[in-house]
C-alpha cells in the first residue's frame, strides 16, 4: 500500500507528502522499524555518526511525474520529493543523523553494495551504526517495454537463477534496511545479532561481449576477493 503514509509521524506536512516518491517514504517508516527491532529508540541516534546507504536504480514515481507534466504543479516540494538522492537523506534528516547519507545505484547489484559500502564506513571508523537496504517500486509501464527491448526479461515470466533454461529475469518491487553496527558494539549494548558480515567485495565486468553481458571470469575474481577478506574458504560456503 505506497499510497497510505503518516506524515505527521515524521514531521512532514500533507502538501509536501503528495509529492514525495514512494520510495523515500517506504524507507523512512523501514528505518524506523529496523531500529525498533534493533532494540534501538530512533530519537536516541540524533547528532551520532550514523550512516544510511540505500540502494536505488529506478525512478518511477519522477517518470509518472513528468509525464503528466503539463497538469502537474510544480510547488516547492518537488525538486526533493522525486530526487533519488533523498531517498536516503531524508532518513538522515528526519532522524538527525550525521553520518555519510547516500543513494546507490549500480543496477541489480544496488542493495548488496549499499550494504558493502555500509560495511566499508563501520570498518574505516566513519560510521558507528548504519542503515542499509535497498528499495524499488514498479510504477511506469515504459520501464517494462525498455527492459523487454534489451531481452533482459525472462519471456514466461519466471525466474531460472543458476539454470541452464535461463532466459531472462523478471522485475519485483519492495523495499528492505537492515541495522549494522560492530560486533563488538552490538555485544556490548545487547544488540539482536542475526548475522556476521566477515567481508564483502565489489567490482565490475570491465569489457565483456556485450555492455549488459555478464563477464565469469571477473565475478569469479570477484568471488574469490570477498573469500579472501573474509578469510574463508569457498569449501565452507
Known sequence: DVDLFDPLFFGISPREARVIDPQQRLVLELAWEALEDAGIAPGSLAGSDTGVFVGASWSDYSALAHQAAPHL??????????????????????????????AVDTACSSSLVAVHLACQSLWSGESDLALAGGVTLNLFGPHYLAMNEIGALSPD??????????DGMVRGEGAALVVVTPLR?????????????????????????????????????LLRSAYQRADLSPWLV
Open 73 to 102: 504543479e510544480i510547488g516547492p516540494h518537488v525538486a526533493t520529493g522525486m530526487h533519488d538522492s533523498i531517498i536516503a537523506n531524508r532518513v538522515s534528516y528526519a532522524l538527525g543523523l550525521q553520518g555519510p547519507s547516500m
Open 185 to 221: 558494539v552490538a555485544l556490548e549494548r545487547g544488540l539482536p545479532v542475526y548475522c556476521l558480515i566477515r567481508g564483502s567485495a565489489v567490482n565490475n565486468d570491465g569489457l565483456s561481449n556485450g555492455l549488459t553481458a555478464p563477464n565469469p571470469s571477473a565475478q569469479e575474481a
Open 157 to 166: 515470466g519466471r525466474c531460472k537463477a543458476f539454470d541452464a533454461r535461463a
